[in-house]
């Protein structure tokens, strides 16, 4: 059995990007932070070591850390930070996963620079359900601020107003010439003609979901979220943060002459204040060998127009072209029956401004929050997945998170579901319940799309409307076929989405909205999963380095 070894050694790194640089926190001072590569049923250990003031921990989004929860990373859910000068050995097997996932760090909001690829490649002998690549390339989205990380989580967090918005999306940490002084900063893909790439896509940024497009070409989707998907073509993808997908290109059969623009921008719905600019790279046609006679390259460029702004229809039908593959060898293991129901109202409302402080909320009194079933998560100052194993939850959370939303009704203006008060409520599952999710968007500032991620699992997508969920209509028209299996789902703004999934992992899962600045205000809970019967059913203890509070 093959184990990968990894050292990230994190460090402060001067960093240049619109003219501006910065001392950001990165992986052994690259940015964005380096690749993680290992096949299917591989081990992966990766020791990182922590050089730098702000306490640190990595989450590996979309590794469904079977019997290893004590390596997921959420600080304070799975582990307590690594401290200055501490290290911490990650340590786990990929399962049953194969295709593109990412890292990045999960305190704060480091993952705005702490962030990089995992490449899962098939078992050795097995090949990809589809033509093989020429080259794959992995593309990952991010977000630039000039000012510092700090500045910008203090914004979101204590005055309770929204974030100052970035300065630019990056395309690998590359703003491109849409941005002062950034022509020199542009992503680049050289390809031939005539050839297939893979294209490994990975939205990092903090709080947009984007579109992405390259002019003049298609794209093919093969994955999502590390699970192989019936292929499907488009010309523009829509890419919430926490999501990734994989894509072929196909180029053109000629060498044609031009320069073809690739463009990310976002896609936003509800209100607030956003960096409504666009980053580009270039898709560059290697120039054949005859060329040599001084030829004039760019002869014509061109560039992808992407949908609107708030296109939300656009954003329903392409998550709607989604479907496993659902074949002997990639089965769709879609629970059939459900043991338990859950019902949570995804919100953002407002809460009492706290004493002693000053808020920049919507009204001066008030500070923005978020909520499930009306409940704003907050991070314990241990990490629950410690109290949960030593049988130490007093004092930490309790078990009474609420399975349903106080009444409301999306469709009155204003939506009235605004109560919200603040815990630390987890929901407990026996070993493998089956479990259905209900996540309807109720909030009353502005219907918003919310990417749900939930750690630990892969679930299944079985269906999705607007406006209120009906429980006596809606279940007849579910998908337990061939419904795409994800990590991360954009709650539809102003509707819901219905998942399934089977508790078969134990131990304590993160589940929150994967937009930065919601997942602050408490857009957040966590699923407590008991030990099964069987010894292989039981998380072992944690590893001897896990970091103490
Ligand atoms: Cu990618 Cu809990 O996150």
Redesign the pocket.
Known sequence: NITRHYKFDIKLQNVTRLCHTKSIVTVNGQFPGPRIVAREGERVLIRVVNHVQNNISI?W?GIRQLLSAWADG?AYVTQCPIQTGQSYIYNFTITGQRGTLFW?A?ISWLRSTLYGPIIILPKRNLSYPFEKPHKEVPMIFGEWWNVDTEAVIKQATQTGGGPNVSDAYTINGLPGPSYNCSIKDTFKLKVKPGKTYLLRLINAALNDELFFSIANHNLTIVEADAVYVKHFDTDTILIAP?QTMNVLLKTKPHYPNATFFMAARPYVTGLGTFDNSTTLGILEYESPLTSSVGSIKILKLFKPTLPTLNDTSFAAIFASKFRSLATAQFPANVPQTVDKHFFLAVSLGTIQCPKNQICQGPSNSSKFAASMNNVSFVLPTTALLQAHFFGKSKGVYTTDFPTSSLPFNYTGIPPNNTVVSNGTKVVVLPFNTSVEVIMQDTSILGAESHPL?L?GFNFFVVGQGFGNFDPNKDPANFNLVDPVERNTIGVPSGGWVAIRFLADNPGVW?M?C?LEVHTSWGLRMAWIVLDGKLPNQKLPPPPSDLPKC
């Open positions: 989450h989004h959420p990045h999960h926490g991620h750690h993160f929150h994967h």
